[in-house]
């Protein structure tokens, strides 16, 4: 695997789905998406369990809530990649295509 894209959330429900759909949108496959609940409480944890389960390219981790540099480090615990990259649940991936 190429890439790992560490995404940390929290309590982001109106960004996360924009930023869940522009992964979806691209083109080039060879990455994961590590998506790090980082104790969400306002209905983002369920997005990313259910994204998740609908998307082979995409591991959720749950953990409790202890800031973006925390979930950072649990993401990159979890990271298969050769190469990682950061995303905020905010961000969009641009397409390449």
Do not use: W
Request: proline share 3%.
């Amino acid at each position: 695997m190429r890439f790992s894209i560490l995404v940390p959330i929290y309590n982001v429900k109106d960004y996360l789905p924009d930023m869940l759909k522009s992964a979806d949108g691209q083109t080039f496959r060879d990455f994961e998406l590590v998506l790090v609940d980082d104790g969400s409480f306002d209905g983002s944890e369920k997005i990313c369990d259910e994204y998740c389960a609908a998307h082979a390219f995409a591991r959720c981790v749950h953990k409790p809530n202890g800031g973006l540099i925390s979930a950072r480090r649990t993401g990159l615990q979890h990271a298969l990649g050769d190469y990682v990259l950061f995303c905020d649940a905010d961000d969009m991936l641009e397409s390449c295509a």
